[in-house]
């Protein structure tokens, strides 16, 4: 048991490693969405109190919305792609004639983004905090429960995408191709809360515009919705069944 | 002691018959080969072997146990055909890694200095040669300290320096004592490595037998050819009966005759002091057993 957890975590160091040395990934997943912080938070109106955001500041919007972006950008650009790509060279099957098990590189290129997730939303939240003054979640438990559902259910359809995609190329496309209407109803062109209605109403069915809505809600100090929470576990169990069920290993 | 035994294997891919009927046995210690033409078989047969795929009908044994048993992940080292790493890990740290799969791994400093990686450790594996990067496959292979290594296609797009050493490299983990099965599809490979070989052809053993022995199967006659330093008659040649026939080519004499022949006229010239000049044997080869057993030449 311990020599399974230690292997499980040479595998992760090795994963964090590798991925650390993709410059461009690096930088949308660790440092984009901070770097989006600063510019909107130095715009000096996004500072202001605004009615039509029910007296919230646009700074404080957006966020939960770069919080959503660091899970979309691993979510949806990191791990199908390094995953497909694994099963595309055959590191999977070299991986299963070993005593070590395919599924072993899996959880710990899952468990690698989860690091890279919470460290890039600390300091997205930590910048929010100290440098505009945005309020740390308010229920830090329920934030907790949003940014780990959000996370649970956009990794299910990446998961979904690296099972499904039959080279890495392709799944790097289909992860973009997802990505942008994703980010678009997670609110980071028009924040969701100054969307028209309808298309609120249609994010809340999107991953990633109900997982900012509960992202959101946390922040600003209520409970996440029921609607938001139930599709969330829905991409969980519908997604991360279906990528359970088609992974190929090789 | 048969260390692998494989007794009427068959693997069908939807209508496609990938192996048809296998079986043979690998013994302990022995460079046990698998010849045969691209789509024969022979990658799904070791893929069996390796527990990476299920068979259709018969049997696998490889240690005594069956094929899945996670035990033999411990102790049958495999490289496959067009298996990669990761562009950006380097040598050294595969190697780490790696062994830290195994319960007894081998020294992964000493493995990486014999296979020729020591000064290639914080290379990452994008910037090694394709000899480096099958070199450092077969150090993966290698690095749980396995009973057995099988090799699949491990020459194939190497030049012929890199193959040459790659060859001196398996000779020398037989010496270590592992047994190893090796899948190729070039006949020089093969005759110069295996002690012994499995023909496969369209999904069946076609012939199974030592290089020699395979060749010595399929042709009847030898050639030789020489300048004797002095002439004996001819009937002193055909007396012997492994000499079918004598022919003058000026100076020259050729001797045609079976399997012996060589040794029979050779000792017949050396008890009559006779030294044979530019002396040439021909014999069939490998080649010419593989097109006798399967009745086309194997595409290099």
Known sequence: MRKTVHLFAKLTVSELRLFLREPVQVFFALAFPSILIIILGSIPSFRESTPDLGGLRVIDIYVPIAVALVLAMLALQVTPLVLATYRERGVLRRLATTPARPVALLGAQLVMNLITAVVSCALVLLIGRFAFDVHLPQSFGSFVVAFLLCAAAVFSLGLFIAALAPSGKAANSIGTFLFFPSMFFAGLWTPREVMPKILQRIGDFTPLGAGERALHEAATGHWPSLIALGVLVAYVLVFGTAAARLFKWE | ??????????????????????????????????????????????????????????????????????????????????????????????????????????????????????????????????????????????????????????????????????????????????????????????????????????????????????????????????????????????????????????SQLEVIGDGNVVHAVTALLAANQIIAAELRVEQASLDDAFVKLTGRPLEK
């Open chain 2, 1 to 250: 002691m048969a260390v692998i035994e494989v007794s009427n294997l068959q693997k069908r891919y939807g209508e496609t018959v990938a192996v048809r009927d296998v079986s043979f046995a690998v013994e302990a210690g022995e460079i046990f080969g698998i010849l045969g033409p691209n789509g024969a078989g022979k990658t799904t047969t070791v893929e069996i072997i390796a527990g990476l795929r299920t068979p259709d009908g018969g049997s696998v044994e490889v240690l005594g146990r069956e094929p899945h048993n996670p035990e033999l992940r411990k102790l049958v080292g495999v490289q496959l055909q067009e298996s990669q790493l990761a562009e950006k890990m380097t040598v050294r740290e595969a190697l780490e890694l790696y062994s830290a799969f195994y319960p007894q791994p081998a020294d992964w400093r000493a493995l990486a200095a014999d296979l020729g990686l020591g000064d290639k450790l914080k290379t990452r594996f994008g910037k090694l040669s394709g000899g480096q990067k099958q070199r450092l496959s077969i150090a993966l292979a290698l690095i749980g300290d396995p009973r057995i290594a099988i090799l699949d296609e491990l020459t194939t797009g190497l030049d012929p320096q890199a193959r040459r050493d790659t060859w001196d490299l398996i000779e020398s983990i037989r010496d270590r004592g592992v047994t190893v099965l090796l899948v190729t599809h070039f006949m020089e490979e093969a005759e110069r490595l295996c002690d012994r070989l499995a023909v496969i052809d369209a999904g069946a053993v076609v012939a199974l037998d030592t290089p020699a022995g395979l060749v010595a199967e399929v042709t009847t006659e030898q050639r030789l050819r020489f300048r004797p330093s002095r002439t004996l008659p001819d009937e002193v040649f055909t007396a012997l009966p492994e000499v079918h026939e004598v022919r003058h080519h000026g």
